[in-house]
C-alpha cells in the first residue's frame, strides 16, 4: 500500500513537498512516479525515479520545477514542487512501477503502474 501525503493549497510561486511511504522489503527495486490528475482532464505523468534513486525522468510540464527523490531505508519517495503555477492544481498520486529492476524514463514512458497510493489534493491560487 501506498500512502501519500502532502497536499494541500499554496500561491502561485510557492513550494510544497509531497511525500510516499510504503511498506514492504522490495522497495528499492521498483522505479515509482507521481502522477496527477485535475479536474475534467486525465490522469498524466510527472516525475519518475529508478530504483537505487540514480535516474529521475520528469514530464517538460514540469522540468526544472518539480524534483523527485527517494530515500530506500526509509520506503519514501518524495516530490518537491517549487515555482508552482495554478495549472500543476491536481490530485497527486504516487506510483510503483509494475515491473522491478526499470528505469526512470520507462516507467514514465509507459505508465504501467502496479500500484497506486489513494491522491493527494494541490490547489495552487493566483
Known amino acids: 500500500q501506498l500512502q501519500a501525503s502532502g497536499g494541500g493549497s499554496v500561491q502561485a510561486g510557492g513550494s510544497l513537498r509531497l511525500s510516499c511511504t510504503t511498506s514492504?522489503?522490495?522497495?528499492?527495486?521498483?522505479?515509482m512516479g507521481w502522477f496527477r490528475q485535475a479536474p475534467g482532464k486525465e490522469r498524466e505523468f510527472v516525475a519518475a525515479i529508478s530504483g537505487s534513486g540514480r535516474s529521475t525522468y520528469y514530464a517538460n510540464s514540469v522540468k526544472g520545477r518539480f524534483t523527485i527523490a527517494r530515500d530506500n531505508a526509509k520506503n519514501t519517495v518524495y516530490l518537491q514542487m517549487n515555482s508552482l503555477k495554478t495549472e500543476d492544481t491536481a490530485v497527486y498520486y504516487c506510483?510503483?512501477?509494475?515491473?522491478?529492476?526499470?528505469?526512470?524514463?520507462?516507467?514514465?514512458?509507459?505508465?504501467?503502474?502496479?500500484?497506486w497510493g489513494q491522491g493527494t489534493q494541490l490547489t495552487v491560487s493566483s
Open positions: 506510483a510503483a512501477d509494475s515491473k522491478a529492476l526499470t528505469t526512470a524514463q520507462s516507467m514514465g514512458v509507459r505508465a504501467d503502474v502496479g500500484s
Open positions: 514492504g522489503r522490495t522497495f528499492s527495486t521498483y522505479a
